[in-house]
Every structure is written in C-alpha cells, then in structure tokens.
C-alpha cells in the first residue's frame, strides 16, 4: 500500500480558468475522477482546493489569468504546467466545448504526456510590471494616434489639410497654424493629445531609467542601430533567461518569427510566420527593421541582407524583407547578450546568424 506523498505526486490537476469563476478536475494516478469543482478565481479558494493535494502536477492553459495563479501554484508546491492555448487543438475545436469538459482534457492531456501541450514558461512578477510598463506606455501611444488621425480626417471633411509633422509636435504645429477653432470641440481635442503626449514622455524617462538601474544587458543591445529602449528592454524582459535558448537561431521562432511548414510529399508550401509568442516584442523588432532597410538605416550586414532579398522583386517582397530582417535581428540581440560582444555592423552579423 502507497503512502500518502506518493499519491499526492501521482494526482493530476485540470484547471480551466474564467475571469470569475474556475473548474477543476482532479484525476488519481490510474486516471479516474477523484473530484470535480467550480471554484472562484481567487487565490484563497485555489489555495484551499489544491491545499487537498500536496506536490500535484496542475496544468493550466495560457490566459490573462495564467501567469499569477501559476507563480502562486509553484510557491505553494506544486509542479506547473502551463498549456500553449494555441497547440491544444484537442479543446480549442473540440465539439463538446465546455469549460468542466476542458478542464478534464487538460489533466488527461498533462497526466500522459506534459510535452505534448507544449508548456510556456511565463515570466517572474518583477519581468512582467516591467513589460506592463512598456505595453501602458504603447497603449498611449495608439490612442494619440487614433486621435490625431480622428483630427485629420475631422480637418480634411472641412476641406482643410492639417499640416504634416510628427506626433509630438501635432498640437504646436496646429496652434501655430491657428486652426485649433477649426470646429467645436477640436481645442479639447487638442488638449486631450497633449497630455497624452506628455504622458508618453514621462513613461519614455521611465523606460531609461530602468534600462540604467535593473537591465543594464540594454546596453548590449542599443549597439544595434534601430534598437532603442523600448525595443531592448522588451527583448530583455520577454526571454528573461538567454541560456534556456541552446542555439541564437531558436529565438526567431520562440518570438514568431519563423515561416510555418506544411510539407506533405512532392509539395512544399511557403507560408506565413506562426506569429506565435509576445506580439509586442514582434512588432518592435518589425519597426526596427522598417529602420534598418529604411533611407536613414547605416551600412549593416543586416542591411545587406534584407536589400537584396527586396530586390528579387514579386509581391510581398519588402514585406518578406522586413521579417526575415526581424528574424535575424532577434537572433544578432540575443547572441551580443550571451556573448557580450561589440557589434560589429559588417564583417560580424551575418556571420554568427548562418552559421549558430
């Protein structure tokens, strides 16, 4: 007859997480229900349910609600699984969706084979403030965007074209044009995408600041023409541990940034990028590279590079372009990081890139 720690190990945890309310499923090392539950997502009521079984295996599946009750499961004890949301292709289009029937396949899933959901290691808490920061100060920046453009199309309706500048000298140029009377309510408009402005500023000194004080690795990073703060620290706070990466080329993939491969026979089809991973980080690799192939990008092997896959031509060609550019470049950042190398525009890049 076992003891009591080693069937707690054996049991396995299926937990579906909602906003308000969680199902669960507990299954024995045999596979049988051991319990079924509705419990609030709070960490009271999930510290009570899993305080039952000592050293269990939870999964959970990737969610806005994943990273907290996972740090809270492994401080208590537990071992974490935490499902890939967009590979468990056996919940997401199965025919009988329903959260208690979700929360089973998760812990039948997670009892077999763990890898077979293909586990996210989510960030530490301090990492995850950090990108918030990051992501708050983005947020600013798309809805002062939303308004200037909301602006525009106010003036052109007016037969009025508001001149050309850049975001944060929108209202200057405006007022100095003495057009903010254009039409009722365009003055608060105006006041609305100044302090949004300023705001934007302050979480910019932010960002510096903690580049200087908590992520000095930055600095690596900010060698790279076209990398600026927000796109290394992103970086930085998004891998969290380089070393888990065992070749700089896995990178590109963990960040989306691989072309998805479907061959079947004679056929070898050329498909998107799987887009998997952080969208944000993506997207400021994909702006830093529009800056490296761009007219004020310097000499770079990676310029080379993505100058001549433009100039085969074909549709789609600057795009191509500019994703493997970012592909590539995710790959030169994480290899100075581990390295702790000067970059080296030419002579330098390339030559890890192919050959790592």
Known sequence: MTDNSTQSEAITIGIDLGDRFSHVCVLDAHGKKVEESRIPTTKAALEKMVAKYPRARVVLETGTQSPWVSRLLERLGHEVVVAHARRVRLIAQSDRKHDRYDAEQLARLGRVDPELLCPVTHRSEQAHKDLMLLQARDGLVRARTQLINQARGFGKSLGVRLPSCSAPSFVTRIRASLLQELFAGFDELLEVIERI?????????????????????????????????????????????????????????????????????????????????????????VQAAHYVLGPFGPDSDLRRFGLRLMSRGGKGAKNRAVVAVARKLAILLHRLWVSGQDYQPVGYGMAYVDAT
């Open 197 to 285: 402005t300023e705001q934007v500023g302050v979480l910019s000194r932010k960002t510096e600041q903690l580049c200087r004080d908590r992520y000095q690795e930055t600095e690596l990073l900010r060698q790279v023409p076209g990398v600026g703060p927000i796109t290394a620290l992103s970086f930085v706070v998004t891998i969290a541990d380089p070393h888990r990466f065992e070749r700089s080329r896995m990178v590109g993939g963990y960040l989306g940034l691989r072309p998805r491969q479907r061959d079947s026979g004679q056929c070898s089809r050329q498909l998107g990028i799987t887009k998997a991973g952080n969208p944000f980080v993506r997207r400021n690799l």
